[in-house]
């Protein structure tokens, strides 16, 4: 009712076809969606301004006055896009909107003040008195302030005695907050509830997957957090939270100027001795990093049962309380938070989204053949094969559902604790695909190649696996040529051939095959022009 009261005397003072400005910094309810960038790294969040972008939808009530209005929504995104804010709910329509994109700080203080008067104030060391005096600002933060004093042009922080600026007001162009204003006309006055719908940059979110193999080694438990980034300077409480897997159609847009407002940094020569300003020498600290939670530590695991630090033990065993929910969103997947989160500014949280256990996989030793390594006769060393846990995207091995990409930590039991043997990535794996996790490479199961005889259409190979283990394992290497002769059977993986073989537990298998040398050119060529392009 205070606010309504005020409202109305304002609307009362303001003269006969004046503009009322309206402000409004009170969100009843925000929605965030949050969308990777399709161009960028799926699997990577960039840590100052993140590439992916965001829908948020605002719902404040408002007092409309009668006639002619501005209506000021501060604390938008600082990322907003203003061309694609939809306002809807008040009495008429939206004649103009502008965004408010210039932020209160020391160097915007200072830089909107250029050419006019402001008050120095000076504190003699020697007998603390403090005086004052008009000075001109002539330069601003960029090239380091100066001023014109009744002595002269100085540069501020430089006289050699402690000394401040004091500004006669705030510009009306400077907010405190990213702040959206739209110009509307009202017949009466009116409390509207007023939806704000707009996209903004500098948001992100990835998916992060701890896979846990069992003691036996024939199945997994594979679990991911969902990480949202938010790189803007306003925060968002109490926000319904979503993410879009996949990705939609949506054109460039120009970029906005990236992170917080400029600091003021002072720097000159100093007029006096070093041990008298030490400041000067001094190199400031960086500013702490961003608490995602008010209440909680940076270490915080949030939506968990309890406070977690992010160590290998703690992510080999991860436990939520709150899952978000997938759902379908045409050909997108769609993950819910069931409960409303806090998105604090520049900052990042995590929320559990997948948990699957006892996952059937099967073990996979493979190499891929590449005929420019092996352009002279001489003998080969033998290579560690690349080891990968294999297995289909379906309900009968355990899995089922979308798998948005994403980085995956793969821990294995050693004794009682469980270690991190490997890093991998996943890329966006549908129902029914196929899917492949890194497990690094094996000192174990090696593999050696040696050119033989060649002719002008074709050269030999002689390829000799060995398996160090107490287990048989399977071994696979993919030849991307023309095969113009095999000494054993070749399979057909992803249009490309293949010879898998199981090698025994402390044995060996051996391959011969041939290429045709036009085909290894033409392929060499190609990877050149993939490389350039």
């Known amino acids: 009712m205070r606010g309504v009261a005020l409202l109305a005397l304002a609307a009362i003072a303001a003269p006969a076809g004046a503009q009322t400005i309206v402000e409004s910094d009170r969100i009843d309810a925000v929605s965030v969606t949050l969308y990777r960038d399709p161009a960028g790294d799926q699997d990577r969040i960039e840590p100052g301004w993140p590439s992916g972008y965001a829908l948020i939808t605002e719902t404040r009530t408002i007092g409309v006055p009668a006639g002619r209005s501005v209506i000021r929504f501060a604390g938008v995104s600082q990322g907003m896009m203003p061309e694609t804010a939809i306002v809807t709910g008040l009495p008429r329509r939206v004649d103009e909107k502008n965004r408010d994109a210039r932020l209160l700080s020391p160097a915007a203080l200072i830089d909107a003040y250029l050419k006019r008067r402001v008050t120095i104030r000076r504190t003699n060391r020697k007998t603390g008195r403090t005086t004052e005096g008009e000075a001109v600002i002539q330069s601003g933060p960029g090239g380091g302030v100066l001023l014109t004093t009744a002595e002269g042009v100085e540069a501020l922080g430089c006289s050699g005695l402690p000394e401040s600026l004091s500004f006669p007001g705030v510009p009306a162009d400077l907010s405190a907050k990213p702040t959206l204003s739209v110009v509307t006309d009202s017949a009466a006055p009116a409390t509207a509830t007023v939806q704000l719908s707009y996209l903004a940059q500098g948001f992100d979110w990835g998916a992060d997957y701890v896979a846990q193999v069992s003691e036996d080694g024939t199945t997994l438990d594979l679990f991911a957090w969902m990480t949202i980034a938010n790189g803007g300077s306003q925060g968002f409480a109490g926000a319904r939270t979503q993410a879009v897997a996949g990705a939609p159609n949506k054109e460039a847009a120009q970029r906005l100027p990236e992170g917080p407002p400029p600091e003021l940094h002072l720097q000159c020569w100093p007029m006096d001795i070093t041990s008298t300003h030490p400041r000067w020498w001094v190199e400031r600290p960086p500013p702490p990093e961003p608490v995602a939670e008010s209440q909680g530590e940076a270490s915080d695991i949030v939506v968990t049962a309890g406070r977690r630090t992010r160590s290998s033990m703690e992510m080999a065993s991860p436990v939520a309380v709150v899952m978000a929910q997938q759902e379908e969103l045409g050909d997108l997947k769609l993950y819910r938070i069931p409960e409303p989160v806090t998105l604090a500014a520049l900052s990042r949280k995590q929320v559990a989204m997948i948990d699957r256990h006892k996952i059937r996989f099967e073990r996979v030793y493979t190499a891929a053949f590449d005929e420019s390594d092996y352009a002279d006769e001489a003998e080969a060393e033998s290579e560690s094969a690349a080891l990968v846990l294999r297995t289909e995207n379906r309900a009968a091995n355990g899995l089922g559902l979308a798998l948005p990409a994403g980085r995956v930590a793969l821990f294995e039991a050693a004794g009682d604790a469980s270690l991190l043997v490997a890093e991998s990535r996943l890329k966006d794996r549908a129902v029914g695909e196929e899917v492949e996790i890194g497990a690094g490479e094996s000192s174990d199961v090696r593999y050696r190649i040696v050119p033989r005889r060649a002719s002008e259409e074709r050269k030999s190979y002689a ?26 059977a070749l399979i057909e993986r992803k249009g490309q051939k293949v010879w898998r073989v199981t090698v025994p537990a402390n044995g060996s298998a051996t391959f011969d095959f041939a290429v045709k040398l036009e085909s290894a050119r033409e392929a060499a060529a190609t990877r050149l022009i993939r490389r350039a392009g």
């Open 463 to 488: 390829v000799r696996v060995t398996n160090a283990r107490a287990t048989p394992e399977t071994f696979e290497l993919t030849i991307p040529y023309r095969i113009a002769s095999a000494k054993g």
